[in-house]
């Protein structure tokens, strides 16, 4: 079975950077295009970086991979507070059963 588990959150200061990894198992990575998936407090989750950037994270969140880890990363620089959420990894077709994610906030 998939297992997706993020890590990598946690709290930091405006301006700050984080990156967040997401080790996948039970798939191989590289027959999938993967994606980077927020949901902020009391909303939707939302797509924000995949074979394309959300406009609000463009120029400063940058997401890579190691197919021989199968791994996915997501490093996110100039952070802001409207980044705080949830972080979570799937595939771009949202199939695999979402991992727990991992929180990020930012805030001074």
């Known amino acids: 079975q998939v297992q997706l588990v993020e890590s990598g959150g946690g709290l930091v200061q405006p301006g700050g950077s984080l990156r967040l990894s997401c080790v996948v198992s039970?798939?191989?990575?590289?027959?999938?295009?993967m994606a980077w998936y927020r949901q902020p407090p009391g909303q939707k989750r939302e797509m924000v970086a995949g074979?394309?950037?959300?406009?609000s994270v463009k120029g400063r969140f940058t997401n890579s991979r190691d197919n021989a880890k199968n791994t996915v990363y997501l490093q996110m620089n100039s952070l802001k507070p409207e980044d705080t959420a949830v972080y979570y990894c799937?595939?771009?077709?949202?199939?695999?059963?979402w991992g727990q994610g991992t929180q990020v906030t930012v805030s001074s």
């Open positions: 074979t394309k950037y959300a406009d």
């Open positions: 799937n595939n771009q077709w949202e199939t695999f059963p």
């Open positions: 039970g798939r191989t990575i590289s027959h999938y295009l």
